[in-house]
């Protein structure tokens, strides 16, 4: 009897291992079912832009969309973190500018910095530099978004400013993951730098011809005023 009892209960015991087991087979199973459909919806997102200093990563299309505001932002800061800084500020500022452009761009303008021993001048003279962001102008009616930027920077020899150099640059915008170091989700690419020829709005092209015809408007009443033609004008308007 005692026997038939210790066969009961070993197999027993042996059914509740085996469903153990099968339950936690199927918990892992499930898991590393879900995790790997994680990773491949991940990997088809992501794509590889080439640009004309290398590749960077990127994502594909996704739903939700940048503003011109969010992007607008983003430009502005990495400008001012990259170009403006001081002796102290100098490493914190471009840790923070790197992780918005793309690997070969940033390594470009550090080794220009490195070449132009900024840093080591910051240093020897007590100097700084202020960037002043003048206007971005953006094109985000297609991806990659592309645009321009056009700055000032100014360079201090302790508290006097010595000089006033205008900076200007076009890029493209590819979107990428959001992070703690870009919690924008773009990533500038093609960074180069152009002439400083900043668009006139429309605003600003009344405002000049404003200007003009109120010009010619005095010369017209001072030549009135002093008896003259427009024939005996000393020049002509």
């Given amino acids: ?17 085996a469903l153990a087991c099968i339950t936690g087979f199927v918990v892992v199973a499930v898991s590393a079912g879900y995790g790997f459909y994680r990773v491949t919806q991940e990997a088809g997102r992501r794509v590889y832009v080439v640009t004309d200093s290398g590749s960077a990563v990127a994502l594909a299309v996704r739903g939700d969309t940048h503003t011109p505001f969010e992007a607008r932002n983003m430009v502005k800061g990495f400008m001012k973190t990259m170009f403006g800084h001081d002796q102290y500020t100098f490493k914190q500022n471009l840790d923070a500018a790197l992780p918005l452009i793309e690997g070969a761009g940033g390594r470009r303008i ?6 132009g021993q900024v840093l080591q001048n910051y240093q020897r003279y007590s100097a700084r530099s202020v960037l002043d962001v003048d206007s971005i102008h953006l094109d985000m009616r297609t991806r990659p978004y592309s645009g321009r ?38 990533l500038i690419t093609d960074f180069d730098y152009i002439p400083y020829h900043p668009p006139v709005s429309r605003e600003e092209k009344e405002f000049l011809q404003q200007q003009e ?3 010619q408007r005095r010369l017209r009443e001072a030549a009135a005023g002093a008896g003259l033609t427009p024939d005996t004008l000393p020049f002509r308007p």
């Fill in 1 to 17: 009897m005692s026997t038939v009892k210790d066969l009961n209960t070993s197999f027993n015991t042996m059914r509740t291992i």
């Fill in 110 to 115: 550090f080794e220009n910095f490195s070449r």
């Fill in 149 to 186: 930027v056009y700055t000032r920077q100014r360079i201090f020899i302790g508290d006097q400013q010595r000089q006033s150099l205008p900076l200007a640059a076009r890029f493209r915008l590819v979107e990428t993951e959001r992070s703690e170091e870009n919690p924008y989700g773009l």
């Fill in 213 to 215: 015809a109120d010009r």
